[in-house]
Nanobody
Framework: EVQLVESGGGSVQAGGSLRLSCTAS????????MGWYRQGPGNECELVSI??????YYTDSVKGRFTISQDNAKNTVYLQMNSLKPEDTAVYYC??????????????????????WGQGTQVTVSS
């Protein structure tokens, strides 16, 4: 059984930084796309960033502030978040699987039948 475990969330003031980690266990291949999504209060799921086959993708609102990296030896993907803003407040979810692609976002909540999902980690940014 594949499991994704996130860590690193917390509360920071605007302008601060956090680093999220997501470690996969079970059957995950080294080249499986992995990504980060988020869901703010009352909002639908939003794609944040993807790491796939040596390439990366970022949604416009986080470009220049967030950096995704992947350590295949540890089956871990990281999201370094700098210059955080109150609008970054959300539950951040890690996902892995074939549907972790820029042109697909789950409808509603950050969950679907095509990918593996973590339990989510809360990020709160205060002004």
């Amino acid at each position: 059984e594949v499991q994704l475990v996130e860590s690193g969330g917390g509360s920071v003031q605007a302008g601060g930084s956090l680093r999220l980690s997501c470690t996969a266990s079970g059957f995950i291949t080294d080249d499986s796309p992995m990504g980060w999504y988020r869901q703010g209060p009352g909002n639908e799921c939003e794609l944040v960033s993807i790491s796939s086959h040596g390439s990366t993708y970022y949604t416009d609102s986080v470009k220049g502030r967030f950096t995704i990296s992947q350590d295949n030896a540890k089956n871990t993907v990281y999201l370094q978040m700098n210059s955080l803003k109150p609008e970054d407040t959300a539950v951040y979810y890690c996902a892995a699987g074939p549907a972790v692609v820029p042109h697909y976002i789950p409808e509603g909540d950050c969950d679907d039948e095509y990918n593996y999902w973590g339990q989510g980690t809360q990020v709160t940014v205060s002004s």
